[in-house]
C-alpha cells in the first residue's frame, strides 16, 4: 500500500504540475493498493484557476486532456483507491475523491465539497462527465451538479459525494484500504474493469464534440471572467 499526496499551491490545486505529478505517481504505483490525500491538511480545492485562465484554445485542449488522462488513471487503478478527504474537495478537488473505491472524510464542518462547476458557466469534460455521472446516486445527481453547491461533509455524505465521515479519518482510512487490499487482488481487478472501462471509452461523437464545443466553452471571455472573479479577494 502507498500513499499519493496531492500537493500543490493554492490549497493543493490542480495546475499542469500537480495533475502530471499525479498521473505519474500513479502510473508508478502499478497494481499496488493507493491512500489518495492532500498535503497540509485539505484535499484539493479544485483546477488552478490562475493557469486556466490564462490558456488559449491549444493550451485549454492539452489542460483538459491531461486532467482526463489523470481522471481516467484514478478511476480505472487496478488495485483499491481510497480517498482521505481532509478540508476542501471542491470542483476537480471532488472528481477526484469520486474517482476514488471509497471516500473517508474528516468531521470538520468547515471544510466543503461539492462540484460547483455549473456556477463557473463549465461544461464537464466528457470522461470526467461520465466518471461523475456513474458514481453520483441518481437521487442526489441533479441537486449536486445542477444546484452546485459546496456543502459540509455531513450534508456530503448524505448526498453521495462521501462514503464515511468519522473523527478518526487517517486510522478509518487506512483501515478500509487494509480490507479491500486483502480481497483477492486479480478478481478485484478484473471486477472493477468490467464494471468501469465502458464507463470512460468515448464515442467518436464525444471526442468531436470535446473539440468543438467543450474547451472552447472554457477560453471564452464571460467563463474567464467568472474564474478570475473567485481569485479576487474578498472584502
Partial sequence: ???????????????????????????AAGDAPVLLRGAGGCFSA?????????????????????????????????????????????????VLALCCDWRVSAADERARMGLNEVALG????????????????????????????LHGPAEALALGLLDEVTSEPDARARAVLATLAAHPREAYAATKRSMRAGVVALSKEATEAFVAQVAPAWVSDAVKARMLAVLKPKG
Fill in 46 to 94: 479544485g483546477l488552478n484557476l490562475k493557469e486556466v485562465a490564462s490558456l488559449d484554445l491549444g493550451g485549454m485542449e492539452r489542460f483538459l486532456g491531461l486532467l482526463e488522462e489523470t481522471f481516467e488513471a484514478l478511476y480505472l487503478h487496478p488495485a483499491p483507491v481510497v480517498a482521505l478527504v481532509e478540508g476542501h474537495a471542491i470542483a476537480g478537488g471532488a
Fill in 122 to 149: 463549465l461544461q464537464f469534460p466528457p470522461k470526467t462527465w461520465a466518471i461523475v455521472n456513474a458514481r453520483l446516486p441518481p437521487s442526489t445527481r441533479e441537486r449536486v451538479l445542477l444546484g452546485a453547491g
Fill in 1 to 27: 500500500m502507498i500513499d499519493i499526496v496531492i500537493e500543490g499551491a493554492g490549497r493543493n490545486a490542480l495546475s499542469t504540475v500537480v495533475l502530471t505529478s499525479l498521473r505519474d505517481a500513479l502510473r
